[in-house]
DNA sequence: GCGCACTAAGTGCACGTGCATGTAATCTCC
DNA sequence: GGAGATTACATGCACGTGCACTTAGTGCGC
């Protein structure tokens, strides 16, 4: 019980790399997003995700939630907002009326198609580089990104 | 400009991936650390890297913030959480006044050291399978790690 | 010694989240 | 066909978080 120690250390370094990562990432995603196109991480999320689905088989709020880490209730809400911005609508299901489409709007498609080249760009410059960087939770230096994404600053 | 489209692609993927990957495993500590030990994810992080400190040159606050994917001030209320609980104790840096040395109690020790074996499994049943498993934010069926880690099951 | 910039940690506030529950629609089985 | 179980989505509530700011303490220049 004592000597798997080796094993453990190794997977509890392995996790802490792995958290360390996504959070590096995510919180550079956050912050370009935010300031370029004023969406949040999740948003983007469920727009891009959102964006991959046939215009005519829409998704339902269940089928996302599957697909982005929110739970369903989070969902719900975040639709809402998105929905108040007219980035997405939803619509009834005809032929099971407890289910709702979510669609993308032009306006959310074309958001979407603004913050992409960010979010990939944001992807390259952080995925790429040391697994263990210092960590997180702090804005990580994101400046080039900034500067290769576009002119549209501020 | 539309050429990149592969790469990307692989750059998304990845990313989902590191984002699912750390969602799955993140639910399940979550759930067993809370349901075991009435540790949220994060209080148990905290304590672990707060258990490599000799307790002779404790770490300040911001030396904890550096070492875990959340913000100074969420860490200062955690701490407070924390220390209501009697799980660690705030001393104050003689030769910095403004510093803030973080101590874990006995009584944090013990909890630790009583989860450390439902974390380790944890991270071992979620870590090791498949990376790209469905999806995430639901709790995930984690019945086996219940039953290895030991018989102080509720 | 005094003012000023800077750092460490804590706090008011707004917000997004998860959990548990509510409401509405569908299905099942008798 | 009607009761009860089940599913889909929305919502009340409590809570942890981040951001911006405050408070307290340090060090520097003059």
């Known amino acids: 019980?004592?000597?798997e120690s080796l094993l453990e250390r190794s997977l509890v370094e392995q996790w802490r790399d792995l958290v360390a990562r996504k959070t590096r990432v995510w919180n550079a995603l956050e912050l370009e997003l935010d300031r370029q196109h004023g969406l949040s991480a999740s948003e983007f999320?469920?727009?891009?995700?959102l964006s991959e689905y046939d215009c005519a088989e829409p998704p339902r709020v269940q089928?996302?939630?599957a697909h982005v880490p929110i739970t369903?209730?989070?969902?719900?809400?975040m639709i809402g907002r998105l929905e108040n911005q007219n980035l997405v609508t939803r619509t009834l299901c005809s032929s099971d009326r407890r289910?709702?489409?979510v669609v993308l709007t032009d306006e959310g498609m074309q958001r979407l198609t603004e913050?992409?080249?960010t979010h990939r760009s944001v992807l390259a410059a952080e995925l790429a580089d040391g697994p263990s960087a210092e960590l997180t939770a702090e804005p990580t230096g994101t400046d080039a990104v900034l500067v290769e994404s576009g002119t549209q600053g501020k």
Chains 1, 2 share one sequence.
């Open 115 to 117: 913050a992409r080249p």
């Open 63 to 65: 089928e996302l939630a």
């Open 1 to 3: 019980m004592e000597s």
């Open 45 to 49: 999320e469920v727009l891009d995700t």
């Open 72 to 77: 369903q209730s989070a969902l719900s809400r």
């Open 99 to 101: 289910g709702v489409f």
